[in-house]
Nanobody
Framework: QVQLVESGGGLVQAGGSLRLSCAAS????????MAWYSQAPGNQREFVAS???????KYAESVKSRFTISRDRAKNTVYLQMNSLKPEDTAVYYC???????????????WGQGTQVTVSS
């Protein structure tokens, strides 16, 4: 079993910045992809950004040029640097990882508990 623990959320004014962190722990052989999703009240969970083991990144159109995802493979940790925040970025941000506990296992998926980001106007 792999656990994801997020940190770094909070309240910030529009135009400000926050940095989210997500650390994976447990029985890990590899983590091919780590990602961030967001869920605003009343909305479905949406993709924000992802990064692979070799550093290939993808972003939702709404956050391109404002958010940067990065990863520390040695620490099994993914980060989301959020700049130029807007009130519409307000949401609970969830960390995602697909992983293999052992080399012969199939890929499994796990989620963090979420961290609240609130951007005031």
């Amino acid at each position: 079993q792999v656990q994801l623990v997020e940190s770094g959320g909070g309240l910030v004014q529009a135009g400000g910045s926050l940095r989210l962190s997500c650390a994976a722990s447990g029985n890990i052989f590899s983590i091919p992809t780590m990602a961030w999703y967001s869920q605003a009240p009343g909305n479905q969970r949406e993709f924000v950004a992802s990064i692979t083991t070799v550093g290939i990144t993808k972003y939702a159109e709404s956050v391109k040029s404002r958010f940067t995802i990065s990863r520390d493979r040695a620490k099994n940790t993914v980060y989301l640097q959020m700049n130029s925040l807007k009130p519409e970025d307000t949401a609970v941000y969830y960390c995602y990882a697909d992983y293999k506990p052992r080399v012969w296992d199939t890929v499994r998926v796990t989620w963090g508990q979420g961290t609240q980001v609130t951007v005031s106007s």
